[in-house]
T-cell receptor, first 115, second 111 residues
Framework: EAGVVQSPRYKIIEKKQPVAFWCNPI?????LYWYRQNLGQGPELLIR????????DSQLPKDRFSAERLKGVDSTLKIQPAELGDSAVYLC?????????????FGPGTRLTVL | RKEVEQDPGPFNVPEGATVAFNCTYS??????FFWYRQDCRKEPKLLMS???SGNEDGRFTAQLNRASQYISLLIRDSKLSDSATYLC????????????FGSGTRLLVRP
């Protein structure tokens, strides 16, 4: 079974430029998460989707970040414009709602460097 | 106080040693608990879900102590390949699918 797929794996941009990350969850997983992980820290949730609905976006900086999951499968996270402080690893995870312990599985992440 | 706290380490142990990590959480109503393993420059990989009664998977044992609000991970007979960062994650009450992660504990197993 294929895991969570993310692209690109690495991205280097200059500040004020836009950037987008793509995620395809594990087949059959209806819940999708975007996390940000800074160096030496654990992942922090940015947004959670149940199917195509964003049900928790309280940690998403809405002035510059946006996300979508139009058909309830793959998802895109966008930053526009990027700032130096956005440099981090952006992780996508998925899980199957209804599972007793909500085990989340992560993709390889996109490592973003903003210069 | 952070919602989920871990000793950052590093824990430096010889091969074959037994090592244990704790992770404390602040929300007493937290519902579910997990240990993830993260290798350098890789994604977190689910190691174990932590059940109320505790659970064991080979050399790994996870325990939950609700009274003192911590979970533990015990690794027996450490291998060089166990060297990694171990992240605990907690699902707080009222949000069935949100995980709060600790900052991780780094383990180094030496020959």
């Amino acid at each position: 079974e294929a895991g969570v797929v993310q692209s690109p794996r690495y991205k280097i941009i200059e500040k004020k430029q836009p950037v987008a990350f793509w995620c395809n969850p594990i087949s059959g997983h209806n819940t999708l998460y975007w996390y940000r992980q800074n160096l030496g820290q654990g992942p922090e949730l940015l947004i959670r989707y149940e199917n195509e609905e964003a049900v928790d976006d309280s940690q998403l900086p809405k002035d510059r970040f946006s996300a979508e999951r139009l058909k309830g499968v793959d998802s895109t996270l966008k930053i526009q414009p990027a700032e130096l402080g956005d440099s981090a690893v952006y992780l996508c995870a998925s899980s199957y709602q209804g599972q007793q312990y909500n085990e989340q599985f992560f993709g390889p992440g996109t490592r973003l460097t903003v210069l | 106080r952070k919602e989920v706290e871990q000793d950052p380490g590093p824990f430096n142990v010889p091969e074959g040693a037994t090592v244990a990590f704790n992770c404390t959480y602040s929300n007493s109503a937290s519902q579910s608990f997990f240990w993830y393993r993260q290798d350098c420059r890789k994604e977190p990989k689910l190691l174990m879900s932590v059940y109320s009664s505790g659970n064991e998977d080979g050399r790994f044992t996870a325990q939950l102590n609700r009274a003192s609000q911590y979970i533990s991970l015990l690794i027996r007979d450490s291998k060089l390949s166990d060297s990694a960062t171990y992240l605990c994650a907690v699902n707080p009450q009222g949000s069935s699918y949100k995980l709060i992660f600790g900052s991780g504990t780094r383990l180094l197993v030496r020959p």
